[in-house]
């Protein structure tokens, strides 16, 4: 791969355990004589700011040194243009990754994907101007992450599954009103639900399958409402969403279309792990926006059978910078 990589790194990704594999990464990228510069924000606005600009120089790639959350941020910056996007995930969940067959825990073939992979072109979705590759969500779960990011305690994982058990006791089910723009016409569904997930992407929060069926080179996005149950089977329910056969209980509904509006009272929608902010939202999908740099078939992990942050700047975007 001819010409300048640039490398959008997060250091923070899994509590800054991730740091001390930055080095190796940029020495294996620059071993055949590739220029290499390197994007650590101090935090997600000023990377977003600095990415954009190196992007607008046309480097061979950019290249994401992260988690979902810092893809999400590349994705703002090379949606749309011919800026290939590699990814070294070294975040949490990593469910972009997984969902493109990219090596993960393994840094060495992922910097390979990089330098001698293919380009694979990708749909992205566009949420109100936000771009997002992954999953957009709304409901119980991001209520969770909401009520998680204003705690101070306890840190780590410990903190969400804290916020998951206290948003249960008191959560109802939300009155939603979704708009579909589908393949065969327009639906709108009005029910009560207790989330609903749109995904260009079948997975998030690391491995949970809630849009199992999406595709992301279809040209459609996948939703899957989950309508509203007694708390109890909600419960025995839910760890079904790991193996991605939630959608065949009676109360999940599936559809796919090519624009979705969300409307709901008091709700927050997350795009790859990233707060979006309040609904309405209207998403919606553009084929091909995004080129994928992914391993070349039996270079490395075998590809999935496909059907078809830290604070925020003053002023800046709320994100969690992963």
Known sequence: MPGKIVVLANPAARGGRSRALLAPLLGRLG?????????????????????????????????????????????????????????????TGND??????????????????????????????????????????????????ERANRMTWPPGAARYVLALAEELRSFEPIPFRITLDGPDGPETITREAMMVAVGNTSSYGGGMRICPGAVPDDGLLDVTILGAVPRGRFLRAFPGVYRGSHVTHPSVTVRRARRITLEAPG????????????????????????????????????????????????????SRYR
């Open 96 to 145: 972009i990754a997984a969902a493109l067959g990219l090596p993960r825990g393994n840094l060495a073939a992922a910097a390979d994907a990089v330098l001698g992979g293919r380009t694979r072109v990708i749909d992205a979705a566009r949420a109100d101007g936000t771009w997002f590759a992954g999953v957009v969500a709304c409901g119980f779960d991001s209520r969770v992450n």
């Open 267 to 318: 709700v927050v929608a997350y795009a790859d792990g990233e707060r979006i902010g309040p609904i309405p939202l209207t998403c919606e999908v553009v084929p091909g926006a995004l080129r994928m740099l992914v391993p070349v078939p039996g270079d490395g992990p075998p590809a999935p059978r496909w059907r078809g942050g830290g604070r925020a700047c003053r002023g800046g975007p709320q």
């Open 31 to 91: 071993r055949d004589g590739h220029e290499i510069s390197v994007i650590v924000g101090r935090c997600a606005a000023e990377a977003l700011e600095r990415a954009r600009a190196a992007v607008a120089g046309a480097p061979a790639a950019l290249v994401a040194f992260g988690g979902d959350g810092l893809v999400h941020l590349a994705a703002q910056v090379v949606a749309g243009t011919d800026v290939p996007l590699g990814v070294v995930p070294v975040g």
